[in-house]
């Protein structure tokens, strides 16, 4: 999807549910109109590698968040992502709970405690 703006919660729910969403100055979204208008067939090229839209002889660049840009180039959705960073989110995990062994599994005992009442 191309357009001048989106908004806010949109954009955002759109990217995290992997809608690429391309915001162009509305004089590029004319221009991308126009040319694709004068297509046949009409062809409009989104180059995530280049960050470029195409359409015909007009080129346009955009900019896109590198987190977002990631995540369409690898196929990956916001879990996805994260799950990129498990070795250090196990690491970091490890470091907490070394350093405050009191707050490991803090739920399952509290609730083994309450079971017991």
């Given at each position: 999807?191309?357009?001048?703006?989106?908004?806010?919660?949109?954009?955002s729910n759109a990217i995290?549910?992997?809608?690429?969403?391309?915001m162009l100055p509305q004089s590029?979204?004319?221009?991308?109109?126009?040319?694709?208008?004068?297509?046949?067939?009409?062809?409009i090229v989104i180059d995530l590698q280049a960050m470029t839209v195409c359409a015909g002889s007009f080129q346009a660049g955009f900019a896109l968040?590198?987190?977002h840009r990631?995540?369409?180039l690898q196929g990956l959705d916001v879990i996805g992502l994260t799950l990129t960073q498990?070795?250090?989110i196990d690491?970091?995990?490890?470091r907490h709970?070394?350093?405050?062994?009191?707050?490991?599994?803090?739920?399952?005992?509290?609730m083994a405690r309450l079971a017991g009442q």
């Open positions: 999807m191309i357009a001048a703006s989106f908004g806010e919660i949109f954009y995290n549910n992997r809608l690429l969403l391309v590029d979204v004319d221009r991308v109109m126009a040319e694709v208008s004068s297509l046949e067939p009409p062809r968040g590198e987190r990631r995540m369409f498990q070795a250090q690491d970091f995990a490890r709970h070394d350093a405050q062994p009191w707050l490991r599994n803090v739920a399952g005992k509290t």
